[in-house]
C-alpha cells in the first residue's frame, strides 16, 4: 500500500531559500525574499499530476507557489 504523503500544514510558518528559486522567478520576488524569505502556508497547488507546491502568502500579503523542496 502507497504512504500519504507528507504536507506541510497550511499556517505554518516557512522560510523560502533564495537560491533555489533565484533562477525562476521575478527579480522583483527576488528582492522582496532576500530582505524577508518568511512565509505562511496558505493552500495547495498541484504542479504536475504528481507533485504538490505550496501557495504562500509574503510579508507583503501577495501570494505565490513554490515547490516543496525550496522551502524549510
Same mark, same amino acid.
Given at each position: ?6 504536507? &506541510?500544514? %497550511?499556517?505554518? #510558518? ?13 527579480? /522583483?520576488?527576488? +528582492? ?7 512565509? &505562511?502556508? %496558505?493552500?495547495? #497547488? ?13 510579508? /507583503?500579503?501577495? +501570494? ?9
Amino acid at each position: 500500500m502507497a504512504k500519504p504523503a507528507s504536507l &506541510t500544514r %497550511i499556517g505554518s #510558518k516557512i522560510k523560502i531559500n533564495i537560491e533555489r528559486v533565484r533562477d525562476r522567478i521575478p527579480s /522583483d520576488l527576488i +528582492q522582496q525574499i532576500s530582505e524577508d524569505p518568511r512565509a &505562511t502556508v %496558505i493552500d495547495y #497547488k498541484m504542479t504536475d499530476g504528481m507533485g504538490i507546491g505550496l501557495v504562500l502568502k509574503l510579508k /507583503d500579503g501577495s +501570494q505565490n507557489w513554490f515547490f516543496e523542496d525550496e522551502v524549510s
